[in-house]
């Protein structure tokens, strides 16, 4: 696996290593095989100019900031001054924004040199990362830089943040930053084998990013290290993380049985319940609970949730104009959005605060919940690429393998989102397997708690 952020910051300290030489060595990554279909664009331009300005000053970290100068990559429905946000449409026919969004500012405050903007799904709206207007790029095995899976069956980066994820685990970016609005941080982080933290959705501003959910949309990254995410989250929330010595054995932590261990694939079941073990061995205080208040999301949004309402709020004119322009797949589920009626919207919303204020009662003692990150290892690109109308019943097939593989890999993770709560998913697996996430999630404002976890377990799980 490549060095992680933090390390090639101490390479470059011991002198081993160049800052211009680490960027360099991200825009060749970005540009290479390696990383096909990861961008949509490459920044080579602004980042061959950072280049030349890193020597004087980040040779020596000095007055660099955090970052170094090191590389962040940015999804495509993020503002950058100059360019187009496209949320990775053809629909979106705006001119390049005047100003940098929030989080990309703070980003180069901090430092960092952005290479490029990454693949994903149109308008985030899905959780396997797929783009009929765009090449998907295929799911890289963070631990051996290599593509996840046997050769010749490339698998899906997860979604929505897909290409964010690949720039990550190949090299090409330190930080990818990228959005949660039901696990568009953690899926793909999760199938690429690297680390995905979502922090509580007020802690970063939304400005600047082209809206989902306005109600569950989160700004956050991807790393190679908690120890990234933990910086990342800083830089991007503008706070400190408060550093725990508590030791793992003074954790107590939940298994949620309700739901989120339902429907297993046999190998992630397996990495579950191994990484479980390695952390009871290790000291923690885990203990099974029910959590019955996850069945109960069903009927909360039985008329239609917020994410569907909140878009076609977004979409309704350009859906009456140019929804051929749509991806079929996530145009439909817009359109699910247009029966809500107020009084259905407000009473989710009121339902929503009751549910949240009763899955914290039951939560209550606990430090975490423990879950998969998503409960099936990636599917396979094939099954389920868009439809190219060459074959109507392989179409159908393809159809039905989608939603079915975006349901089961939102279905963890969307419960955090409603219950506006954070979590980090750290990978899991080992030599023999896909990639798999460990999910470790609580409520609102609990990111700090989660950050300590997470530091805890990874070196746990590293140990075994």
């Known amino acids: 696996m490549f060095p992680d952020l933090h390390s090639n910051l101490q390479l470059i300290r011991e002198g ?61 429905l993020f503002d950058v001054c100059g ?95 990228g959005s949660d609005t039901g696990g568009s941080i953690r899926i793909p982080a999760a199938l690429n084998g690297i680390v995905g933290f979502k922090s509580t959705a007020c802690r970063v501003p939304t400005q600047g990013a082209f809206p989902l959910s306005t109600t569950l949309d989160t700004v956050c990254a991807m790393t190679r290290s908690v120890r990234d995410a933990v910086l990342a989250h800083e830089i991007l929330a503008a706070r400190r993380v408060v550093r725990s010595p508590a030791p793992l054995q003074s954790y107590r932590l939940a298994v949620a049985r309700t739901t989120m261990l339902d429907d297993l694939d046999p190998v992630v079941a397996l990495a579950f319940e191994r990484t479980v073990r390695q952390l009871r061995d290790a000291g923690a205080r885990i203990e099974e609970i029910a959590l019955d208040e996850i069945r109960d999301l069903g009927a909360i949004q039985s008329t239609g949730g917020f994410t569907a309402a909140e878009a076609y709020a977004t979409h309704r004119e350009m859906l009456e104009t140019r929804v051929a322009d749509y991806d079929p797949r996530v145009s439909a589920r817009i359109l699910r959005g247009a029966g809500m009626k107020a009084h259905e919207y407000v009473e989710l919303t009121r339902e929503r605060k009751r549910w949240i204020e009763a899955v914290e009662r039951t939560l209550c003692g606990y430090d975490a919940v423990l879950s998969p990150t998503v409960p099936i290892l990636a599917p396979t690109l094939a099954s389920v690429a868009p439809a190219d109308g060459a074959d109507a019943a392989q179409d159908k097939r393809r159809d039905q393998a989608f939603f079915r593989a975006n349901a089961l890999l939102l279905r963890n993770t969307s419960v955090v989102n409603m219950l506006d709560g954070c979590a980090i998913s750290i990978p899991c697996h080992v030599e023999d397997e896909l990639p798999i996430g460990l999910m470790m999630w609580h409520g609102a404002l609990r990111d700090d708690a989660i950050l300590n976890l997470g530091l805890l377990a990874e070196r746990t799980l590293q140990i075994q």
């Open 16 to 76: 081993r290593l160049t800052a211009q030489q680490a960027l360099k060595d991200s825009l060749s990554i970005a540009g290479s095989a390696t990383c096909r279909d990861a961008f949509l664009s490459i920044d080579a331009n602004d980042s061959a100019r950072a280049v030349e300005t890193l020597e004087p000053t980040v040779e020596r970290l000095s007055g660099a900031g955090p970052l170094g100068g090191l590389a962040f990559s940015v999804k495509d």
């Open 83 to 177: 360019q187009v946000t496209r949320a990775g449409s053809r629909v979106l026919d705006r001119g390049p924004v005047a100003v940098d969004c929030t989080a990309v500012t703070r980003l180069r405050g901090a430092g960092g040199t952005m290479i490029g903007r990454t693949h994903m799904v149109e308008f985030a709206f899905s959780g396997v990362g797929t783009n009929p207007h765009f090449p998907t790029p295929a799911a890289w095995d963070a631990r051996f830089d290599r593509p996840a899976g046997t050769p010749g069956e490339p698998r899906v980066p997860g979604g929505s943040s897909s290409g964010g994820a690949v720039s990550v685990a190949t090299g090409a970016a330190c930080i990818a930053l």
